[in-house]
């Protein structure tokens, strides 16, 4: 028998021996040839399908496919931003142009844009602002707490706790019925007036009580839509692993309560921020008392556009901030 009649065996190199069991096939080793190469030098593991695979050196490559959607799309993106911003410089020229040509627009100025009386009411309108700043803080933290336990209180079903259950949701129909104003005239007014031992007289503390009372119920609402959309599955695995009903809210529910509410958070406290200057009512000098001064002695209103600029350099981040916290919910969430 010769040599090409033994099994396995060819007569060209590099082809794969015939019928040798369990073998495994050779190419030929010519330089780009090979037929299982999909790494060969500029191209890509997906080859011709323009996928993206791994380069010589085993590197994640790009396929020309994905080069050329990735390069359209910043094209478009590039192109949207341009017709926004001409879009809105139009908007602006032609808003602008229509105000200053209207034959009111010389009084206007002279009544809400004088640069002289801008400057003489920055520094009280901006010590004002600071008890605005102050006014608010406390009364975010305060309207958390609140808000949570009242979100809590209406959450109990057990039936000892009914009264408890009834006085949270009387507390919440109550206060998000009744206007904020009033709230701040009823408690800065009223509580003083009936002279028990302990109660504050301080007008900014009866501001931050009166705010913490009407927003603590629109927040306790949005904390009990948080706790009432987790599903009730989280609940029964929490219990079944043997923590009780306090550590399951605690541990299990809350914190992903808390991350779905944070924007709706954000925008009552948004609100919060700008319902600060409704506590001029009752007389503390905050933003608007200084301007509402200023303003009566010179019979200008200059003054409160000076307010509305600071309390818009306070709004204008936190919204922001809004809506990127609200980008990312989506994202995770894969919307």
Known sequence: MSELDEPGKTDEPGKAAVGEPGGTAEVSGGPGKAAGELGGPGKTAAGEFGGPGKGAAGEWVKSERQV??????????????????ASTIVFIVLVVSIVTN?????????????????AKSLPDVLSGFLLNIKIFLIAELLILVVGLLVALARGIRKPAFFPIRALATLYTDVFRGVPTILVIYLIGFGLPALRLQG??????????????????????????SGIES???????????LG????????????????????????????SLQKDTALVATIGPLDSLRQAQIHAASTFNYTPYLAAALLFILLTIPMARLTDHLAAR?????GA
């Open 329 to 333: 919910t989506r994202r995770r969430r």
């Open 243 to 270: 923590l009780s009903h306090v550590k399951t809210i605690r541990f299990v529910v809350l914190p992903q309560a808390t991350r779905r509410v944070v924007p709706p958070l954000l925008n009552d406290f948004a």
């Open 68 to 85: 050329e959607r990735e390069r359209v799309r910043r094209s478009h993106a590039r192109r949207s931003a341009s017709i926004a911003t």
């Open 102 to 118: 209207s034959p009111g627009w010389p009084r206007v100025q002279e009544t809400f844009f004088n640069s002289d009386e801008f």
């Open 230 to 240: 987790i599903h009730p599955s989280q609940v029964a695995a929490a219990r079944s």
């Open 199 to 224: 109660i504050p007289t301080d007008l900014a503390t009866l501001a931050i009580i009166a705010l913490t009372l009407s927003y603590g119920a629109y927040v306790a609402e949005v904390f009990r």
